[in-house]
C-alpha cells in the first residue's frame, strides 16, 4: 500500500511538472520524469521519523520546478535549472511587466492540485503504523543504486528527451558540479576533444574549402547585411498557398545577380516569423541558439558576459579594425545597446542617430532599407582609413505589412483575406531589391577590398494563409520554413585568386556554419573552427535530426552552453 501511494504520487508530480514544460508531454518523458521522482522519493526515504516533513519538503520543490518551468517557457528565460536559484529575482524582474499575460490557469491548477495532494497524503499518513511501511536492511545501497541509475538516465535523456522537463532536472545536477570546475581547464578539454573529431578535417568534397587555408588580409572590409524578412519568395512561389501562387515580375532579380556573382546558398536559421536576433547571434558566434531553453532569446536572457564573435576576431586578427553595428531602431531592442559590446561590436548607431527625415522615411511601418544602406555608406567612408567590421540589421520588411512603396506587381492566388498585406510584403521585397542594387553598385565602386554578407533572419510569421494553408511549410520539413537566402560577395578591389576563384559557388548553410566559414575565408586555421563550420553546415546536425553520432550532437551542444559568455583564449 505504501509502494502503491509512492507511485501515485510519482506519477502526479511527473505528469504535472512535463505538463508546464519546454514541450508537450508525451508517454516517453512522463514515463522518465515518473522514474527521476520515484527514486528521488526512495532517496528520502527513511522509516516513519519525520517522514511528512521529508515528503512535503520534496513535493514543495516539485510545486517551486514546476513553476519554474512555466516562467522559463513563458517569459524566454535562459537555460534554468534547479540549482539557479536567481529564477525567482529574474522572473519577477520581467513578469511584473506582463501580469496580464501570466499563465494564470495553469498555475491555479498546479497551486489547487498541490493542495489536494498535500491534503489526502496528509490524512493517509496519519493512518499508517510503523509495521505497514516496508523496511530497508541496506538503506545506503539502495540510495547508491538510486544515484547510479538517475546518471546513466540523464544519457538517455540526452539521446530521446533533450527538451524535457526531467532531462532540464538532470541536467542541473550535472551543470552544478561543472561549474565547479575551472572554466580553462573545461574548455581546454573540450577544445581537445573536438579537435580529434572528423569534423575538425578539412572535408575535401566541400567545394566552398577549395583553397583552404585561405590568406589573413590585411587590408579588407567586411559588411554583414542581415535583411529583416527577407527571402527570396520568387524561388517558393509554388509551394505558397493552397495552390501556389504567380507573381508577375521579378522582385528579387537584384538579389539573385549578386547570388550568381557571389557564394550562395539556401540559409539555416533557428527562428521564423520573430527571434531575429537568434539569428544574428549564431551568425555572430557560431554556437547554437537552439542549445539553450526553447524559445529562449539569447540577446536578452542568456548573454550576460563578454563572448567571442567575427567581431573579436576581426580585431584579434586584422590589424587596424573598427568594429560597428547600425540598426534603424531604438538601441535598446532586443537589448543590443548591451549585448553589442560583449560581442566586441565597440559603436552601435541606432535610430536616433538618423536625422528626423530618414526616421520618417518609411516602407511600411518601419524605416526603410535606403535609410540603412545610406548609413552603411556614410559609415564605410567617415573610417575609410580602418578595416571595417560593420553589421547593419534592416527593419522594413518587420509585420505588419502596411501600405507600400510603389505599384504592386501583379499577383494571383492570395487569399482575399490576406491580399492587401501580402501584397504589400511583395512589393517591399521589390524596394528592399532595388535598394540593395544601389548599395552594391557602391561597393562595386570601391577602391577598398571589401566583403559583403546579405542573408534574410527569417521567413514570415506563419499566421498568414499564404504560409498557414502551405503543405510547404507544414510537412514537417523544418529545412524549408526554416531558412531564407544569402549571397556572400566579393567587390572587384578584392584580388586574392583564393577567393576570387569562389565566385559563382553554391552551398547550403547554417547560420551557425557561416559565422565559422566567415573566420575561415579571413584565414582562420583552428581546428575547432572547422568542426563548427563541417558540424553545422548539415542539415540534420544543425536541426537536431539525431542522424549524427550522439557524441558529436552533445559535444557541439556542449560546446554552445560553455564558451557563451566566456572569452575564449
Not at 509495521?131 to 539521446?159: G, S
Not at 509551394?239 to 539556401?266: M, Y
Not at 563572448?307 to 531602431?329: C, Q, V, W, Y
Not at 575609410?384 to 492566388?413: A, C, M, W, Y
Amino acid at each position: 500500500m505504501y509502494l502503491i501511494y509512492y507511485a501515485l504520487l510519482a506519477l502526479y508530480m511527473a505528469i504535472s511538472y512535463e505538463l508546464t514544460g519546454l514541450t508537450s508531454p508525451t508517454l516517453s518523458t512522463i514515463s522518465l520524469s515518473f522514474f527521476l521522482f520515484f527514486l528521488t522519493l526512495g532517496l528520502f526515504y527513511g522509516g516513519m521519523k519525520h517522514l511528512k516533513a521529508k515528503l512535503y519538503t520534496i513535493l514543495g520543490i516539485f510545486l517551486f520546478l514546476s513553476f519554474a518551468n512555466l516562467l522559463k517557457v513563458r517569459f524566454q528565460l535562459s537555460e534554468i535549472t534547479f540549482f539557479d536559484f536567481k529564477l525567482l529575482g529574474n522572473a519577477y524582474s520581467i513578469a511584473y511587466l506582463f501580469l496580464d499575460k501570466l499563465p494564470f490557469p495553469m498555475l491555479g491548477f498546479l497551486t489547487l492540485s498541490f493542495i489536494f495532494v498535500i491534503y489526502y497524503s496528509n490524512r493517509f499518513l496519519n493512518r499508517l503504523r510503523p509495521e505497514m511501511i516496508p523496511q530497508l536492511k541496506y538503506p545506503f545501497l539502495v540510495n547508491l543504486v538510486a544515484f547510479i541509475l538517475l546518471f546513466f538516465t540523464l544519457q538517455i535523456a540526452q539521446a530521446h528527451a533533450p527538451n524535457s522537463s526531467y532531462y532540464n532536472f538532470l541536467n542541473s545536477g550535472k551543470s552544478l558540479i561543472e561549474t565547479s570546475i575551472n572554466l580553462r581547464d573545461t574548455t581546454k578539454q573540450l577544445k581537445a576533444t573536438l579537435s580529434r573529431s572528423s569534423y575538425a578535417k578539412v572535408d575535401q568534397t566541400d567545394n566552398l574549402l577549395q583553397g583552404y587555408p585561405f590568406n589573413r588580409p590585411k587590408d579588407m572590409d567586411v559588411v554583414i547585411i542581415q535583411s529583416e524578412t527577407f527571402f527570396d519568395i520568387m524561388k517558393y512561389q509554388e509551394h505558397l498557398g493552397e495552390n501556389g501562387i504567380h507573381i508577375d515580375e521579378n522582385v528579387n532579380k537584384n538579389f539573385q545577380a549578386f547570388q550568381n556573382e557571389g557564394i550562395s546558398g539556401k540559409f539555416y536559421v533557428p527562428t521564423v516569423g520573430g527571434g531575429t536576433v537568434n539569428t544574428e547571434y549564431e551568425v555572430l558566434t557560431g554556437y547554437s541558439a537552439k542549445a539553450f531553453a526553447k524559445g529562449a532569446i539569447v540577446f536578452t536572457s542568456v548573454l550576460k558576459e563578454p563572448t567571442d564573435s567575427l567581431a573579436t576576431f576581426m580585431k584579434k586578427r586584422i590589424p587596424n579594425t573598427e568594429t560597428i553595428g547600425i540598426h534603424n531602431h531604438t538601441r535598446t531592442y532586443w537589448d543590443r545597446d548591451r549585448v553589442y559590446p560583449l560581442l566586441g561590436i565597440d559603436t552601435y548607431i541606432d535610430m536616433l542617430q538618423f536625422t528626423k527625415a530618414e526616421q520618417e522615411d518609411l516602407v511600411g511601418a518601419w524605416m526603410s532599407d535606403t535609410t540603412l544602406f545610406n548609413k552603411t555608406k556614410e559609415v564605410l567612408e567617415k573610417n575609410s582609413g580602418k578595416n571595417i567590421f560593420l553589421l547593419s540589421v534592416t527593419s522594413q520588411n518587420h509585420g505588419p505589412f502596411l501600405d507600400k512603396r510603389g505599384e504592386k506587381p501583379p499577383i494571383t492566388g492570395l487569399d482575399p483575406s490576406e491580399e492587401w498585406e501580402i501584397s504589400n510584403f511583395i512589393t517591399n521585397l521589390r524596394f528592399s531589391d532595388q535598394a540593395l542594387k544601389d548599395f552594391m553598385t557602391y561597393i562595386n565602386s570601391r577602391q577598398k577590398p571589401t566583403m559583403v554578407i546579405f542573408y534574410g533572419d527569417h521567413k514570415p510569421d506563419p499566421k498568414y494563409p499564404i504560409f498557414e494553408n502551405s503543405a510547404f511549410y507544414h510537412q514537417k520539413e523544418r529545412r524549408e520554413i526554416y531558412s531564407t537566402d544569402y549571397f556572400i560577395y566579393f567587390n572587384p578591389a578584392i584580388t586574392d585568386p583564393k577567393l576570387v576563384n569562389l565566385k559563382g559557388r553554391k552551398k547550403d548553410l547554417s547560420a551557425a556554419a557561416m559565422n565559422r566559414y566567415l573566420e575561415i575565408l579571413l584565414g582562420d586555421t583552428d581546428p575547432l573552427s572547422l568542426y563548427i563550420y563541417n558540424y553545422a553546415k548539415v542539415p540534420d546536425n544543425y536541426f537536431g535530426n539525431g542522424k549524427a553520432k550522439i557524441n558529436e550532437v552533445k559535444d557541439y551542444t556542449n560546446l554552445s552552453k560553455e564558451f557563451v559568455n566566456h572569452k575564449i583564449n
